[in-house]
């Protein structure tokens, strides 16, 4: 049977751009370009994952940290997404202090960040950290200790804590090859961990010290103990079902977070309220999953799609949002116990904003809801904030709504002809380029050579624009209208000498800008300009520049110019 085609179309675009962002640099001390490791790292989530979005996260994951490349620029090309799970992989910066005296700080955020990530995110770390991981086994194999000095942390006993850290916070991966692949490779270069059942003992001890349970507890937790194998199943199927209806209807979410309840928690519960309980089956969260959404309207799109994929038990699911009086102010979120249509445990899915989770996040933080009773002005406190987070919510709500009417009344300007009355932005010049108005000239330009045309991103060229003071989409098609015939021949003037037979599609806009900036009188420096802009700052921008500008320089159009 032949190979069923893959849309690959977001990945690819990925990969171009990280080899740009990467170009010219070096992967520390080893004599290669740098892309080779984001190469690898998509290549080792590949093997947990066909995720397109994930596998663009891969190989974009270190163009925010080590190039001068933006989240946001990130979330314009690839969608938010995948800008998240990259932002998720940057190292946070200790303000402050120099990058060497906050490495301990900086890898501590990192190893609790990717802890308490979601699973997505956990398989892109685990790609960088593994491809990293192979490295540092390779070169210890061969230099033994003298590795550390090539490192601006030469100590191994904390390049140790470093990758056991990780090898902690990624242990939900555990069943795939990438972490067993992982974990073996930190054996093996800093050893055995020879304490490992101490460390479980100094965790599990003070429980069992302070918390006593009788003789029903100690029942329900057996029974927890031999649910736990179909509770870790559940866990899985229910976030990779949600996940995938998620995706499937468009919505993106800033977090799915997913749970199986761990034995101290379990046990704090059940001594404060296990006689409730007659069986386990009768804990309805021993497995949780969370959605945390941007937007307020889209917990109730999130809710929607809940209650088609699975069976929700609508006596024990409750709106926390609707049991505020009508003066009162607090934790917001919806609460669904819901079961796999399949069958099985019950479980917990809990959905709230951003800022609802900052809410909760908070009030659990200070204890407002604890044993100590919170003075009158303190909780007066609470309520003017919780209230402050509400209205932020619902403004936030109403500002989308007001920029999609926005964007929907700029399409429809642009689809009927009144380019003169659309001002030039990221918005209304993405729907310019629906109207595919370079094409024609592409196409010109492709028949030089007979050369594919492979799509690009046409964004990048949206500052150079504006900055040539066009100012609204009426003003972009007289610039294309006069430019067109003297482009077309700054572009023949390259390909002819050539056997080019891929062509970008960014040729006939950048041939466009090119005759502008040389009509305009500015010359080379006009045109290194333009390299710059869309493909960052470079020496090569240079002699790029150089030799357009003597191409160009015998060309009809510059005759009275040069």
Not at 18 to 45: D, L, S
Not at 224 to 246: G, I, M, N, S, W
Not at 266 to 277: I, N, R, S, T, V
Request: proline share 3%; glycine share 6%; net charge negative.
């Amino acid at each position: 049977m032949a190979n069923q085609p893959l849309n690959t179309e977001l990945l690819d675009r990925a990969i171009v751009f990280a080899v740009r962002a990467h170009a010219g640099t070096e992967r520390r001390a080893k004599g290669f370009p740098y892309i080779v490791h984001p190469m690898e790292a998509v290549a080792i989530v590949a093997t947990m994952t066909s995720d397109q979005e994930l596998l663009a996260a891969a190989i974009l994951h270190d163009t925010v940290e080590d190039t001068d490349v933006t989240v946001e620029q990130i979330r314009e090309e690839f969608g938010e997404r995948v800008a998240s799970l990259v932002a998720m992989e940057s190292d946070a910066v200790v303000e402050g202090v120099c990058k060497e005296d906050s490495w301990h700080a900086r890898k501590q955020a990192a190893i609790d960040r990717i802890a308490s990530a979601p699973l997505d995110a956990k398989m892109v770390a685990l790609g960088d950290k593994l491809s990293n991981m192979r490295a540092i086994a390779r070169d210890y194999a061969v230099q033994g200790d003298a590795l550390w000095s090539i490192f601006r942390i030469k100590d191994p006993k904390e390049h140790e804590w470093h990758y056991r850290g990780l090898a902690d916070s990624l242990h939900e991966l555990h069943g795939t090859f990438a972490y067993q692949e992982f974990e073996q490779l930190v054996n093996q270069v800093f050893g055995e961990r020879k304490n490992q059942g101490e460390k479980i003992q100094k965790i599990v001890r003070p429980m069992k010290n302070t918390i006593k349970l009788d003789a029903h507890g100690e029942q329900l937790m057996q029974q927890f103990h031999e649910l736990q194998p179909t509770l870790e199943v559940l866990a899985k199927d229910a976030y990779d079902q949600l996940r995938h209806a998620l995706r499937e209807q468009g919505i993106y979410v800033t977090a799915i977070e997913c749970r199986v309840k761990t034995e101290s928690s379990l046990a704090g519960k059940l001594e404060l309220k296990g006689a409730k309980y007659k069986s386990i089956d009768d804990i309805t969260d021993l497995v949780g999953l969370r959605v945390i959404t941007f937007y307020t309207d889209e917990v109730d799109k999130v809710a929607v799609i809940a209650k088609s994929i699975f069976d929700v038990d609508w006596q024990e699911s409750v709106d926390k949002r609707k049991l505020h009086e009508l003066d009162s102010f607090g934790y917001n979120s919806l609460h669904y116990i819901c079961r796999l249509k399949t069958g099985g445990p019950r479980f917990e899915l809990q959905m709230r904003t951003a800022l609802q989770h900052v809410w909760s996040t908070i009030e659990h933080d200070t204890g407002y809801k604890g044993e100590v009773k919170i003075p009158k002005e303190y909780r007066r406190q609470f309520s003017r904030l919780a209230g402050m987070l509400e209205l932020i919510d619902d403004e936030f709500s109403r500002l989308r709504l007001a920029l999609s009417d926005y964007r929907r009344r700029l399409k429809s300007l642009v689809e009927d002809g009144h380019l003169g009355e659309v001002p030039l932005s990221a918005d209304s010049f993405r729907n310019y380029l629906d109207l595919h108005p370079f094409d024609r000239l592409n196409r010109r330009i492709a028949a030089v050579n007979q050369a594919e045309i492979y799509p690009v991103s046409l964004m990048p060229f949206l500052p150079v624009l504006e900055s040539f003071g066009l100012e609204t989409l009426d003003d972009v098609q007289h610039f294309i209208d006069e430019n067109s015939d003297d482009a077309y021949q700054l572009a023949v003037s390259q390909l002819a000498v050539t056997d080019f037979d891929i062509l970008s599609s960014g040729a006939a806009l950048q041939n466009l800008c090119m005759v502008h900036v040389l009509k305009q009188g500015d010359g080379r420096d006009g045109l290194k300009a333009i390299f710059d802009t869309i493909n960052g700052e470079s020496d090569a921008n240079g002699l790029l520049a150089d030799m357009i500008w003597k191409q160009a320089a015998t060309l009809p159009f510059l005759a009275t110019i040069v």
